[in-house]
């Protein structure tokens, strides 16, 4: 997001100017945001696909620059680590029939992706984490070798003042270190992106806040790392602590992790940016040769978006200068996979419920606090379908418990509904929600089919054996594009 990054040391004077650069982005944005003119588009719709890249023996392949430059594509980008990819879609009105138009533009990617991968000895693998990736492999140099990375990998070091831990108690658990940024090239989301008018921002990013609980709990699809049966979505836990600078218990006490659901429901587009200014320092402090503002009057505001770029909130407000200027809400809960046709019912889902639940925030903000909200996701992260998820009643008391499988069956008809509502032509948005009412009725997701194949070989083969042929059935199963929930394990 925002300015490229060329250089890896600062000094205090490049953090003294770029805090001030970012007052001044702040006061900019408030004026922009202000003028009667800006957001009146209609709104429109766009994914980034994270995904990861495995060898002949699936186990990782940095081989990610390669892949880059057979593809010749600027929708095709780098990752983290040299085993990542990412393709962006391009943006599409969300009114007509917009998920057969993404179907469309995700296999024209994929497939380029795949076929470069291919003529670089690897494969594409659609999923939140890398079955077979360990802890062992990140300690060698897997991160992508770009200036970005080096620094903001340097730097979230330095400031931890030590190895970053992570501690994760699932199906199994898990305690390792890991000593620089590679640890969070670990991790594919699925990334949806909604245009959206700033007099309805707030209540469409509380919304995104709220739906991520039961959202989570029907894409789930990163059951293994390092070795280890984990949680449902093991990515949710893995990434914020694989960026976590606080090295202790007090510390963690007085400061934010730069990855979270948000620090509370908001009242304006705004204030996202304000508390990601006031809680956390910059991080990588380039200050832009551009100007303020860019000739068709929407300010350019680098420094703020670089600075957006590197809090990672799993729901995030993205200011983009162009075609004029204009907010988005960025979802980033949801994993990658586990097939083309999953990711476009998640995003269906994803979009439905922000939209399906905005209209209600604001009546359902007083009966149900952000901490229920933070809770759920990771209650949703770590038990997936079998979570008891707090939920927002008509009457007190309220929040209640509920079934994460039955919110989500009984969430299904709204999002439905919604998406019709905003334009989304009936058949396409009742066929892809099917594949969520599916999903949920037969608790088959992603993370359950993962471990329902490396049961087949763990009977007979160790667990990194067993976990290298899981992927192999994986693979061929994703590869089919037919819907996890009716797959034949």
């Known amino acids: 997001m ?26 900019a944005l408030r004026a922009f945001l202000a003028r009667p003119d800006v957001g009146n588009s209609p709104p429109s719709i766009g994914l980034e696909v994270e995904m990861h890249l495995v060898d002949d023996a699936a186990q990782p392949a940095c081989v990610s620059e390669a892949v880059l430059r057979r593809t010749q594509d600027p929708r095709c980008t780098l990752e983290i680590d040299a085993f990542n990819f990412e393709i962006n879609t391009n943006p599409i009105a969300l ?17 380029k992706v795949r076929g470069a991968a291919a003529e670089s000895g690897a494969r594409v693998l659609l999923a939140g984490t890398p079955p077979t990736l360990t802890i062992e492999q990140l300690r060698g140099p897997v991160l992508s ?42 991790n594919a989301s699925l990334q949806v992106h909604l245009l959206a008018r700033p007099s309805e921002f707030a209540n469409l990013y509380n919304a995104a806040a709220i739906a991520a609980g039961p959202l989570l709990a029907v894409t789930g699809n990163s059951p293994y790392f390092d070795g280890k049966c984990l949680w449902e979505e093991t990515r949710i836990a893995l990434f914020k602590q694989a960026t976590d600078v606080r ?23 705004l204030q996202v940016f304000e508390e990601n200014i006031a809680m956390f320092e910059p991080l990588l402090p380039v200050v832009s040769k551009r100007a303020t503002h860019l000739d ?33 809400l960025e979802h980033r809960v949801v994993a990658s996979g586990p097939t083309r046709i999953d990711m476009l019912a998640n995003a269906a889902f994803t979009l439905g419920l922000t939209l399906g639940i905005a209209p209600l925030s604001a009546a359902w903000l007083p009966a149900f606090p952000f901490a229920y909200a933070e809770r759920n996701l990771y209650l949703a992260a770590k038990h997936g379908l079998d979570a008891e998820l707090a939920w927002a009643a008509p009457i007190a008391p309220s929040p ?28 396409e948005a009742e066929r892809l929600l099917a594949i969520i009412k599916e999903r949920a009725l037969t608790g088959k997701t992603g993370a359950s089919a993962q ?19 899981m992927v192999e059935d994986y693979l061929a199963l994703s590869n089919s594009e037919e819907p996890v929930h009716t797959w034949k394990l």
């Open 2 to 27: 925002g300015t490229e990054v060329e250089r890896e040391q600062f000094t205090a004077a490049d953090y003294s100017q770029f805090s001030e650069r970012l007052r001044e982005n702040l006061e």
């Open 95 to 111: 009114a007509g029939q917009p998920f057969a138009h993404l179907d469309r533009e995700l296999d024209e990617l994929l497939t």
């Open 145 to 186: 070798d770009t200036a970005r990375y080096r620094a903001m990998s340097r730097l979230l070091r330095e400031r931890r003042g030590g190895p970053f831990v992570v501690n994760i108690a699932g199906r199994e658990s898990l305690h390792a270190e890991c000593d620089d940024l590679a640890l969070e090239g670990a």
């Open 247 to 269: 090295a202790d218990e007090q510390v963690r006490m007085r400061m934010p992790a730069r990855v979270s659901l948000g620090h509370g429901f908001i009242r304006d587009p």
């Open 296 to 328: 068709d009057g929407a300010p350019a505001l680098d420094e703020l978006r670089l600075h957006q770029g590197t809090v990672w909130n799993w729901n995030r407000a993205v200011y983009d200068p162009t075609s004029g200027g204009h907010l988005r």
């Open 400 to 427: 209640r418990i509920r079934s994460a499988r039955e919110l989500v069956l009984d969430l299904v008809p709204l999002a439905e509904a919604a998406l019709v509502r905003h334009g989304v032509d009936p058949a």
């Open 451 to 469: 471990r329902r194949l490396l049961a087949r070989y763990e009977q007979a083969l160790p667990r990194p054996r067993a976990l290298a042929r």
